[in-house]
């Protein structure tokens, strides 16, 4: 329990903040699953995911080579030709 006002602000602030990067963490997976299971996955769809990666490594919910690592994968995906 914070013991003054402004820890238990900072308290509330960091609640807000961890349930607004869980959605947007939950969505990334999302995008993720859905162009990994697709047999063939649209190349807009593939773009769509990797401008998702940049703006949560942007906001800083994930680290920015994570981010990167991510999208070489996905832009090999796009190399190999298997997309529409």
Known sequence: MANTKSAAKRSR???????QN????????????????????????????ISAL?????????HRNAADRRKARLNALIASGDTK
């Open 13 to 19: 602030q960091s609640l807000t903040r961890s349930n």
């Open 22 to 49: 869980r959605s947007v963490r939950t969505r990334l997976r999302t995008l993720q699953k859905r162009v990994r299971g697709a047999t063939k996955p649209d190349v807009d769809q593939i773009r769509g995911l």
């Open 54 to 62: 940049d703006k949560a490594a942007k906001r800083g919910i994930i």
